[in-house]
């Protein structure tokens, strides 16, 4: 897979805690450069989308546990979208899917979904769940109309693996988050059915794939 073909299924991501506005700044500068997507917090969205009109622009809901009131989600990913978001990842409730309230899951999701008329990508948090978990985390994705599925806030213990990577692939593309530091990484994760990389190493990512 060369640059060009790479670059615009990388969400170039800075989503720390002391995340400024100038470190929003660098992080679109590198997607403008390298034709890069970006993943930034929603308190700066409006002024990225100002900043930086053409590179395509994803924030988050609900982060990063997903704890948030389905209400306080869907208006957050309304405020985002009206603010310039171009995608929105929010994260599912953790506690209500491993309570086996797999509904209140999928009525969660799908309230932000109807919101919205951008693509909401699903964050189910692969580290803390079981595999049957992760399946229904999925299946809850699906119904609710999502339009991908992602492995990690970056916020728990460990990341996006090729193993989750497959199964979740079987549900909806998949945005593998999480770890991917290099082109090998991001590479293992599209060869496993990934169809996008988030990823605070975009550039690293990028640099390292072929010019053709």
Known sequence: MNRDDLAPRIDHTVLGPETTMK???????DAAEWGMNACIPPCYVAEASE?????????????????NTTAAKREEAVDAWKAGADELDMVINVGRLKAG??????????????????????????????????????????????????????????GATVEDVELMAE?????????????????AMFEAGAERIGASSGVE????APDE
């Open 101 to 158: 309230e797999d509904e209140l899951v999928a009525e969660d999701i799908s309230e932000v979904v109807a919101a919205v008329p951008i693509p909401v990508k699903v964050i189910i948090e692969t580290a803390l769940l079981t595999d049957e978990e992760k399946h229904r985390a999925c299946e809850a994705a699906v119904e609710a109309d999502a339009a991908f599925v992602k492995t990690s806030t970056g916020f728990a213990d460990g």
């Open 23 to 29: 470190d929003v700044e660098a992080i679109l500068d």
């Open 205 to 208: 990512i990028v640099s390292g």
């Open 51 to 67: 900043y930086a009109p053409d590179v395509v622009l994803a924030t988050v809901i609900g982060f990063p546990h997903g704890q």
């Open 171 to 187: 549900y909806l593309p998949v945005k593998a988050s999480g770890g991917v530091g290099s082109y090998e990484d991001a590479l």
